[in-house]
Each structure stands twice: as C-alpha cells, then as structure tokens.
C-alpha cells in the first residue's frame, strides 16, 4: 500500500533532512513550508530527481483554515495520509521571562502548540479507524528545552514543547485503539538555521562543550529516529520519546 506523509516545516533543517530520508523510504512526501517557497521547491526537486514522489504545500500551521485547506491538497496530490511529523516550529530573540510581552508569547504558543494539535487533528480525521481510516503514526518533533526550560534563552519555547510532550502521551492513549501510534523525538543542539532566530546563529559550538558527546548533532540523526518511530519496527512503540540530544 501506497506509504503518503506530510512534514509540516520540510523545506529547511530536520524536516527537510526528514522529507529526503522518507522518500528514500518510499513515501510519497508532503513538504510543507511557511515562506520559503525556493527552499521547499528544492527539497521536492531533490525527492523527484531520484524517483520519488513530493509535493510543496504553503500553509501557516497556526492558521485552521490553511492547515485545512493544506490536508485537503494532500488528500488530492499525494493520496491517503499514513504518517504525519509534526515538527515545524518556531523561537523568537534570546531573553529572560521578564521581558516578554504577550504577543511573542501567542506567537510562539500558536505556531509551535496550537499547529501542532490542528495538523494532528487533521491527520487522526484521515487515518483513525473510527473514521474508516487504515491507521498510520505521527511524530512529534519537541526538545530537550522541554526537559531544560531553556532559562536565560527562551522558557516560552521551551513550555511550548513541553506542551507537545503532554500531546504525544495524551493523543497516544487516546487513538491507540484507532490504528494510530503517536511519539516524540527530543532534539538537542542540532546544526540547522533555528539558531539565528534566537539571535546566536552559533549557538551550537558555543554550547556544544556541555553535551556528553562533545558535539552538535545533524538534521540527519534527528530525521533517522523521526523514520524509526514511523517504521513497523516501532509497532510496539506509542506515547515514546527518543532523545536526539548527544546525552544532554
Ligand atoms: P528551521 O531550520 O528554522 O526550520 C523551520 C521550518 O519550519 C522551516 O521549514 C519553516 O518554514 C517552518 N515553519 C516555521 N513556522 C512555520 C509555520 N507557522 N507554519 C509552517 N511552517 C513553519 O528549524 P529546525 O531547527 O529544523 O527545527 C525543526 C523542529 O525541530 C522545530 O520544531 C524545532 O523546535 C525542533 N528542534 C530544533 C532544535 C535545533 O537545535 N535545531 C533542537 C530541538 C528541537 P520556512 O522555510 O518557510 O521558513
């Protein structure tokens, strides 16, 4: 049976290097992206060059009616959804708590908790048995920060995740008689463009010497657990964590 995923975030970092490994999996990839149309173009052109199957899907995963409207064009292009990696998300500037204000705080919340659960929402429609579904898995993509609180940097990005981590168990025990498995992958300090947001493009061989392993990780090792998750050698695996995070 036809294997059909959609990578929320895909076009840069873990869900671009996720979009790759799943299509050299088999699946038919569904890379979406909020902006950067030129940087998701050539994660499908990467896929379609080696004789797989994707396509580009513009959608804000904050705004209901586009995460809608982007399963809809899913559903049309690629076919029936069996998978879902929920991992776009976002962080804002470097700063202690005190100095936030309420937008940023909703900007960070809407993108990386209220997208998470609509698109999760959206793909339980489609593949939960009660829905006359086939079932399928979805990943979650959090953080360490869920288990740091990132002080000094972003606790608000961090809470988002731990946010995501209480999804995961809840949505795993909820749809586990439904054909669906659901779990989370822990990134550490991972090599991608996350970090300029934050205001510290090198944030990562700054802080590398507080990992057990002594380095950053890649887009590549994070994608390679996301895969395992989704895999049937993970049958017996829902409301589960894999840290990506060098022992951090
Ligand atoms: P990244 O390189 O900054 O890429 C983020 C991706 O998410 C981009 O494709 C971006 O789209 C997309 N995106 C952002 N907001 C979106 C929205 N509202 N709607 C749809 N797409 C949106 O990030 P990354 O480092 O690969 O991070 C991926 C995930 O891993 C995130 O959930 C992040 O929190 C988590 N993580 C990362 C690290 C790390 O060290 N890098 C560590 C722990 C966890 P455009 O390309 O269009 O901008």
Redesign the pocket.
Known sequence: MKKVMIV?????????ATARLAAQRGYAVGV??????A??SSVVATIRDAGGEAVALQ????VEAEVVAMFQEADRRLGPLSALVN?????QKQMRLEDMDAERLRRVL???VV?AFLCAREAVRRMSSRHGGSGGAIVN?????ARTGSPGEYVD?AAS?GALDTMTIGLAHEVAADGIRVNGV??????????A?GGEPGR?DRVKQFVPLKRG?T?EE?AAAILWLLSDEAAYTTGGFIDVAGGR
């Open positions: 929320t975030g895909g076009g840069r970092g873990i869900g671009a979406n992206y909020l902006s950067n149309d940087a998701a959608a804000n995963v904050a991992n776009a998300g976002m962080l809407d993108t990386n997208g993509v959090s953080s360490a920060a990005y995740k822990r990134p550490g300090f991972i090599y991608t463009d996350m970090h947001s990562v990780g887009a994070v």
